[in-house]
């Protein structure tokens, strides 16, 4: 598998980046992206998720084909869905010997008192006598596998690592650990905005943010800087004889000075050639010259209409 350019620059990024234990590719389409990650090492882990089950059945047919089912994990659901809040019980954390998306029904496993799932995933495994009474399963994964007569009551996870090994009759402390990878690309910059505003609370705790704009990245620079994002750098990608951005952000809740054309072109870029940066520059000036020559169009036929309906 060979991935293109602008997942390629993604990438490259996660394999220089410290904190990649758990990647989330939100909007994943085929998860081309998660299965490259994991045949080359770039990380142990990844959550696929989207809103549409087509793309996650073909998904979930790449996986099999590729053999990563027990390193890529597909969710369906939408935006940050996928990412459990804080203190979420011992369902949202993801334990070994992951599964396929198709689900047994809710409430189909023997034993799971009060479990709650949402027919997405496998219901956890749980061996005779364990407990895990009014432990929450967020339909994201497997709950840990628990030796005869442990109790995970009430144990925490973020979501983020695995469970400790739980022994016979031991009882897990609660355990809170932070820090994720989240990609979504291939969306509108204004759709992009409306995701993170909707998971604002599971945004602001990732390490990294990697947003890749069709359209509207004026405005997105815009709004992430009024909401707190600081983009660390972009990037940019030439496919297809178009060129792409991608944003690399995390949350720091501050406001940073942005000038008018730095909000239109960018301000911070790493890794790119003069020559992509030149055409970028000239792409943005033939936007422009199109959309001013749009309104000069529409203010011409205005003034024209006005002047056949009133003229003496």
């Known amino acids: 598998m060979t991935l293109k350019p602008r997942l390629m620059a993604i990438a490259d990024d996660i394999r220089l980046s410290e904190n990649t234990e758990v990647i ?5 389409d085929h998860a081309f992206l998660p299965i490259w990650l994991v045949k080359n090492g770039y990380c142990k882990r990844v959550v696929a998720t ?146 993170l505003e909707r998971g604002a609370k599971k945004a602001m705790r ?3 943010i990697v947003l890749q704009p069709m359209n509207n990245q004026p405005y997105l620079r815009k709004w992430l800087n009024c909401n707190g994002y600081k983009i660390k750098y972009e990037k940019l990608a030439i496919e297809d004889r178009r060129i792409y951005n991608l944003m690399f952000c995390v949350y720091t809740g501050e406001y940073e000075s942005y000038t008018d054309s730095e909000y239109l072109v960018g301000k911070r870029f790493v890794d790119c050639r003069e020559d992509v940066f030149q055409k970028y520059i000239a792409m943005i000036i033939r936007r422009l010259k199109k959309a001013v020559d749009g309104l000069t169009k529409a203010r011409k036929n205005e003034r024209d209409s006005c002047n056949d309906e009133y003229k003496v």
């Open 50 to 195: 989207d809103i549409r089950r087509g793309p996650l059945k073909k998904a979930a047919e790449n996986i099999a084909r590729f053999s990563v089912e027990g390193c890529v994990r597909l969710h369906l659901g939408d935006g940050f869905d996928a990412i459990p809040e804080p203190g979420d019980n011992a369902g949202s954390v993801y334990a070994t010997g992951w599964s396929a998306y198709e689900a047994p029904e809710v409430g189909s496993a023997v034993g799971v008192e009060h479990a709650i799932c949402d027919g997405v995933d496998e219901a956890p495994t749980v061996a005779s006598g364990a407990c895990v009474e009014h432990a929450i399963y967020d339909g994201v994964d497997e709950a840990p596998v628990v030796a005869c007569g442990a109790c995970v009551e009430h144990a925490i996870y973020d979501g983020v690592d695995e469970a400790p090994t739980v022994a016979s009759g031991a009882c897990a402390k609660p355990v809170v650990v932070s820090g994720f990878y989240v990609v979504i690309s291939g969306m509108g910059g204004i759709l992009l905005s409306q995701i």
């Open 24 to 28: 989330y590719d939100i909007g994943t």
């Open 206 to 208: 990732a390490d990294t």
